[in-house]
Structures are given as structure tokens and as C-alpha cells.
């Protein structure tokens, strides 16, 4: 409840200049702002409270932990906005991070002298192919992305599977440089948290400050009306898709990097929380608004929330329950606020008239 | 010019007012794609039959139909859902839910099994319209919500017996469930779910109610003008739809003859691409129950004969995935080659006018 008093507090210092020419952009930057902040206020309590209960919890190789932990969930996160905001969903990315990931260690198995940087490159290159397979048929065949993603998170897992035929990669087939990039940390810090940081920044900044990434907001708000103002509709989709699975190959790989043991089933299941994520940080399902910063800090959240409850001692079987829950309040509070400002705006409206 | 890209653009997302010449050409589409998988269907099993050792033996036929029941009674409620434009993804969770629940009551409540099994479906009944209370009162997406509720049904269910499974249901009942007609090896489970289909099929097709989902799939506030009370009308859907998963959830229970939290895992995504197959239209307004159930059975022939070939049952998600997509491209392509024509002729038309 706090948090939705400090939106109100925010938007009644708001209130005074009825500024006709942007009322609405700083509103929107506002609200985004809030979410940003009560997704940190909540992150601050959880830990908080956790910390209360067991001191350890701050200690530095349980933040390493963690860090560690959300890193491949945040890179997932982002790259689903970039194609959430849009008005589309990519459910595929699980599947993706699986065959990337194998991928990664057959490519080791074949040539065990791959410098590490070579099979990254390799990786995201099979994740951006994915991803032209997704927003090829999207673009050609007209169809919604949830229905097109859903067939090809069969499609690229069955692929995983064939592939695999039962076998399973281990740490011992891939080299040393390589797995060590998953546990490495520079200043305390996990090199996988860090590669997911710039993740966030680049992704983030690119949808505030670049032309082609407010158009994206546009392209969700009402796709009609951005194809009409001119903006290549089909183009940018097309990339959003090939972005994100680039972005899940990127996460497939450093999956590979983290854990060394793989088979066909890495990252099953992994698309509902990805979703999940971005939708508690504030993403709207339906396009148009959310923040790559706000996501990231979904995934953190979510992280968090399963590390925390091991260390409240609660049943970990809570965990899913817990994470359910926190999707209906999120887009709750969403709706609550979004029914707030459209108040706020007809009031502004018949005012101005 | 503007044209031109304007006709290349893909619709991104749920893009839902389409010319009328492209309504016309779909929906002169769709009445074939009935009969295609039908046909489909038919050549499926015939191929199977013919090539596929075992396939057409009694016992195969019992087990084949045996594993179609929980998809095909969930795909009912699922395709009317869907005919009006929204989704419920928690299907699969409520018959993890509604599984432990009917576990733990016969473990440690001492009711009769009749009883309980009524309880149970009372459960999934009140689970449904929790959906439904999120989706048709608060105002939000079905496909958010219900992204939610999957994990909240889900980790509730593992709250419920942790990692425990119950298995000592009563024989005679465990035995009644997989029981076939006598003389034949049509399982008895499968009556039931042929007289609900019936039911479904009669009100989807032949009353003023299932009139009113098509007309909310293809508009809400068209619909809720012409006096249809499309709130209260998807309140009861989602009702239904846990209703219908509790059903599912003894059925489930019983024939595996255990309880478990994880029963039914992922099944959300294969009743969603049987209804897709079956022709409905994920923006809603079109489809229709027989194509739905002919795309039940054809999803089910296809996996059992080809895993009677000795293909890897995992691998065999290509299968799903690869009809999912070649379901949704393929009509739609026809689609548009047919409205192709008469589409660039009214646009010519209009933009001289």
C-alpha cells in the first residue's frame, strides 16, 4: 500500500502546472519511475527482513550468490521487453538458452581448443538464427508471436533433444578458461552479474534515448497508428526477436559456463518466469510500457525471494506459490495505477475544456 | 508506396480489426480447415495403421484414447475461452492443485472418495473463478493472470504434499478408470468426455449464449452493445474451465494412481496448441469444436505412432511444434493469396478516391 502513497505523493507535487504541452511523457516517466523505485523498496525490505532473521544473508558469498543466481534471469529479462513492449511475447527463449547451451558443448566436444570468446560469438549467433526463425514466420506468416514462439519452444527443444539423444555434457569436456568465466569475479563481483549489468545498461538506454526504441513503445501502444506515423513496423519486430535471441543465446552460453552439466533439458520451463519477471518489474503484457531497468529488477526480486525463503526456513515449496502471487500483485497494482491516471488525465481534460 | 509497406507489415501482436475482405477470405478458410484435419486426421491414422507395427491393435487404441482424455476435456473449456479472445494458462496447475488436494483429503480427512471427488471439483470450480475475479473484475489480461495463477496453483500444489506422492487409492477405483466398454477396447473415460464434448459442442454452436462468445472474441464492446454480458459470461468460462480441471485433476489422480504435485506439468501448452490446431483463432471470434477435437485426436496419433517407431519421446516435440506453426501458417497463407486480389483493388480503389 505504501507504494502506491508514493505515487500519489509524486503525482500531487505533479499537479500544479497543468504544462499543456507534456503532461503526458513526464507521467508516464513518473509512474515508470515508481515502479523502478517500489520494486527497490521491496527488494530493500525482503532483504531486510532476511538479514534480521540470519545475518549471514549479507555476508559476501551469499550476496555472491545471488548475483550469480540472477544474472542469466536478468539477461533473459531484458531481451523479453525489448519484445513485450512491442505488444508481442517470445515464449521460445527457454528452448533457445537449452540448445545454445548444448550447443556450446558439443562445439567444445568437437574442438576442444575453441577460445572461450569464440564459442560467445558462436552462441549468440545460433540464438539470433532462433531468433529469425521467430520473427521470420511471425513477419510472413501474420500471426501472433505468442502462437508462433509456442510452436517453436517445441520445436527448438524437440531439435535440443534429437540432438542430444540422452547424452549429457559435462564440466570435464570443456576447458578450464571456459568455466571459469561462470565463477569468476572481478572486485567481488560475479563476471556473469556484471555481463548482465551491461545488458541492462545498453538495453536500457537504447529504449529511453534512441529514436528506434521509443518507436518500439509506439509500435505496442496501437500498431495501426505507428505503421500510419511511418514507423517500419514489420523491420523492428523482426529485430526485437532477433535481439532477444541473441540474448538468450548469450544467456545460453554463460548457462553453459555457470553449471559445466548439460543436457537437453537446460532452461525447461525457465519462458514463464522470464515472463514473470518482466511482468513484476513493471513490463505491461500488452505493450507500450515497462523499462529494461525494471525487469532487471524483477529478475532480481524473484531471486531473491527463493533465496530468502531457503533462509527464513521456509518450506521452499512456497517459492512457486510466493512467485504467483507477487505476478497477481504486480499487475494489480498496475491496473490500480493505470485506472488512477486515466482518472487524473479525464480530469485534467474536462478542465482544460 | 505507403501502401506498399503498410500491406508488408505484419500485424505484431493482438492486432484484431482486419479488412473485410481478409474476414471473408478466413472465414471461407476455416471451413475447410475443419475438413483439412479431419482429413488430416484420417490419413494420419490410416498411414499409422498401415505402416506402423502395433499401432492398430486394441490394446494401443485403449491406451492412445486413455492418454487423450485429460487434453481433450481441457481443450473444451480451453476453445471456448479462447473463441472469446482471451486464454486461461493455469489449466494444467489446477489439476496439480486439485490432484495433492484429493491426495491429502484421502490421506488425512477420512471422507468417502465420492465425497471428496465432489469437493474436488468444487476446488477447481472456486480456483477458476479466482481467474475469473482477476480477469472480469479487476479488468486485467487473462494471459497475465493466468501466467500468475500457474505458478500460485503450481507452488500451492507442492505446498500441499511437498515432494510426497499419495498412491493408496482404492484399486477398485484406480481399475474403474483405465476399465474398457466391455467387447470393445474403447476406454469407459471416454464416454464422459464424448458427452461433454456434446454439451460444449451443442452450446458453442447452437445456442444464443455461444453466438455471444464469437461476438465478444471479435469485439467486446460490440458485443456488450448488443446486450451481451461479456463480464459475466468469461466469469463463468474460467468457472467452468477449474470445474473442468478439477474433473480432470481425479481422472489424472486415479489413472496413474498417484498424487503429486508436479501431475500434469507443462499439459497448458499442449491444450493450447490442440485448440490452435483445431483452427480457433487466437485473437478470438473463430474456430469451432470439431476442428478442435479432430486436432486432440490428430496431436495424439501422431506422438503414439511415432513413438511406437521408436522415436525419442522428448524428440517428439518437433511434432507438436512444427503442426502448431504449420497450423497457423498454413490458413493463413491461403488466406491471404486469396484476399490478396481482392484486397490490392479495394485500396487502389480508395486511394483514388
Known amino acids: 500500500m505504501s507504494l502506491t502513497d508514493t505515487g500519489a505523493a509524486e503525482r500531487v507535487a505533479d499537479n500544479p502546472p497543468p504544462d499543456a504541452g507534456r503532461p503526458r511523457r513526464g507521467l508516464t516517466e513518473r509512474l515508470l519511475a515508481v515502479r523502478e523505485l517500489s520494486l527497490l523498496i521491496a527488494l530493500a525490505a525482503l532483504v531486510l527482513v532476511t538479514t534480521l532473521r540470519n545475518d549471514r544473508f549479507l555476508s559476501g558469498q551469499s550476496i555472491k550468490d545471488l548475483l550469480l543466481g540472477c544474472a542469466i534471469l536478468v539477461i533473459l529479462a531484458v531481451g523479453q521487453t525489448l519484445v513485450i513492449v512491442t505488444r508481442n511475447v517470445d515464449l521460445s527463449v527457454g528452448s533457445i538458452l537449452g540448445l545454445v547451451a548444448f550447443a556450446t558443448g558439443e562445439l567444445f566436444l568437437a574442438a576442444p581448443g575453441t577460445p572461450w570468446p569464440v564459442a560467445l560469438l558462436v552462441g549468440v549467433a545460433l540464438g539470433a538464427l532462433c531468433g529469425v526463425v521467430n520473427g521470420g514466420l511471425i513477419a510472413v506468416a501474420r500471426v501472433p508471436a505468442l502462437v508462433i514462439t509456442l510452436g517453436t519452444l517445441y520445436a527448438f527443444r524437440g531439435v535440443d533433444y534429437y540432438w542430444a539423444a540422452g547424452r549429457q555434457i559435462n564440466a570435464a569436456d570443456m576447458p578450464r578458461s571456459f568455466l571459469r568465466l561462470g565463477n569468476q569475479t572481478v572486485l567481488g563481483v560475479p563476471v556473469l552479474f556484471l555481463v548482465a549489468l551491461v545488458v541492462v545498461a545498453v538495453a536500457g538506454y537504447y529504449l529511453r534515448s534512441y529514436r528506434s526504441g521509443r518507436e518500439l513503445y509506439a509500435i505496442g501502444s496501437e500498431p495501426a497508428a505507428a505503421r500510419l506515423s511511418g514507423i517500419p513496423v514489420g523491420r523492428r519486430v523482426f529485430a526485437v526477436f532477433v535481439a532477444n535471441g541473441a540474448l538468450a543465446g548469450l544467456a545460453g552460453v554463460l548457462y553453459a559456463a555457470r553449471f559445466g552439466t548439460l543436457d537437453a533439458a537446460a532452461g525447461s520451463g525457465l519462458e514463464l518466469q522470464v515472463v514473470a519477471a518482466a511482468v513484476v518489474g513493471g513490463v505491461a503484457i500488452f505493450g507500450g510500457s515497462g523499462s529494461a531497468y525494471g525487469a532487471a529488477l524483477g529478475a532480481v526480486l524473484l531471486t531473491t525471494i527463493g533465496s530468502s525463503l531457503a533462509v527464513l526456513r521456509i518450506d521452499p515449496f512456497w517459492q512457486q506459490a510466493v512467485v504467483g502471487a507477487l505476478i497477481l500483485a504486480a499487475i494489480g497494482l498496475d491496473r490500480l495505477l493505470a485506472l488512477r491516471v486515466a482518472a487524473r488525465l479525464r480530469g485534467r481534460s474536462a478542465h482544460g475544456a | ?353
Not at chain 2, 223 to 241: C, H, I, N
Open chain 2, 1 to 353: 508506396m505507403a501502401h506498399d509497406s503498410l500491406y508488408a507489415a505484419p500485424p505484431s501482436g493482438a492486432d484484431t480489426e482486419r479488412p473485410a475482405g481478409r474476414l471473408a477470405g478466413l472465414r471461407g478458410a476455416l471451413g475447410t480447415w475443419d475438413t483439412a484435419i479431419v482429413a488430416a486426421l484420417v490419413v494420419a491414422v490410416l498411414l499409422a495403421g498401415l505402416s506402423v507395427q502395433n499401432f492398430a491393435t486394441g490394446r494401443n487404441a485403449q491406451f492412445l484414447l486413455l492418454d487423450l482424455v485429460p487434453l481433450a476435456l481441457l481443450a473444451l473449456p480451453m476453445t471456448l475461452i479462447v473463441v472469446t479472445g482471451e486464454i486461461d494458462l493455469s489449466v494444467a496447475s489446477v489439476v496439480g492443485l486439485t490432484s495433492t488436494l484429493m491426495g491429502q483429503l484421502w490421506l488425512s480427512s477420512g471422507l468417502s472418495l465420492e465425497l471428496i471427488c465432489v469437493l474436488v471439483v468444487l476446488i477447481g470450480a472456486v480456483l477458476g473463478a479466482v481467474n475469473g475475479v482477476f480477469i472480469t473484475g479487476f479488468g486485467l489480461p487473462s494471459l497475465a493472470v493466468t501466467i500468475g495463477t500457474l505458478a500460485l496453483y503450481r507452488g500451492l500444489s507442492f505446498v500441499v504434499l511437498g515432494d510426497q506422492a499419495v498412491a493408496d487409492f482404492p484399486a477398485s477405483w484406480t481399475a474403474a478408470v483405465v476399465r474398457t466398454i466391455p467387447g470393445t477396447s474403447i476406454p469407459v473415460a471416454v464416454v464422459p468426455v464424448l458427452l461433454l464434448a456434446l454439451v460444449f459442442g451443442v452450446v458453442l454452436h447452437a445456442t444464443p449464449v455461444g453466438r455471444a462468445l464469437y461476438a465478444m472474441g471479435n469485439n467486446d464492446e460490440a458485443a456488450t452493445f448488443a446486450g451481451v454480458s461479456v463480464a459475466r459470461t468469461k466469469f463463468w468460462l474460467f468457472v467452468v474451465s477449474g470445474a473442468v480441471g478439477g474433473l480432470v485433476g481425479i481422472f489424472w489422480t486415479l489413472r496413474y494412481a498417484s498424487a503429486r504435485g508436479d501431475n500434469a506439468t507443462g499439459l497448458e501448452l499442449t491444450v493450447v496448441t490442440a485448440v490452435l490446431l483445431g483452427g480457433v483463432s487466437i485473437f478470438g471470434g473463430r474456430g469451432g469444436l470439431l476442428g478442435v477435437v479432430a486436432g486432440v485426436l490428430l496431436l495424439g496419433v501422431l506422438r503414439n505412432a511415432l513413438q511406437l517407431a521408436d522415436v525419442d519421446a522428448n524428440a517428439l516435440t518437433i511434432v507438436t511444434g512444427s503442426l502448431l506453426i504449420v497450423s497457423v501458417v498454413l490458413p493463413n497463407a491461403a488466406a491471404d493469396l486469396r484476399a490478396r486480389l481482392h484486397r490490392r483493388r479495394r485500396r487502389a480503389h480508395l486511394s483514388a478516391s
